[in-house]
Nanobody, 119 residues
């Protein structure tokens, strides 16, 4: 499975962005999708994940109530809607895919997309 993340950019604090993660294979719809981020000088951290059906989601405490993960299996694409952005959300965001919704080691990774939140 090849993944392509997009939608990053520069936004002011309090603003919104929507990231997209497009998968290359038709059967990618059977994979869970996760979003991760890595800020400068920090380790990569989990942000959100969605099961392959879309029926289950989970979030990092730091983004609960502000971010929403979704997917459109007809388009082989997952999304991360980010609202009320804070400077602390500045990071390179990556999407990943795995058979296991609660995977600790995601099998497939896309390239990152940079999100910069100015204060």
């Amino acid at each position: 499975v090849q993944l392509q993340a997009s939608g990053g950019g520069l936004v002011q604090a309090g603003g919104s962005l929507r990231l997209s993660c497009a998968a290359s294979r038709r059967n990618s719809r059977t994979y869970a999708v996760g979003w991760f981020r890595q800020a400068p000088g920090k380790e990569r951290e989990f942000v959100a994940a969605i099961s392959w059906t879309g029926g289950s989601t989970r979030y990092a405490d730091s983004v609960k109530g502000r971010f929403a993960i979704s997917r459109d299996n007809a388009k082989n694409t997952a999304y991360l809607q980010m609202n009320s952005l804070e400077p602390e959300d500045t990071a390179v965001y990556y999407c990943a895919a795995d058979r296991d919704f609660i995977s600790e080691t995601w099998a497939y990774w896309g390239q990152g997309t940079l999100v910069t939140v100015s204060s």
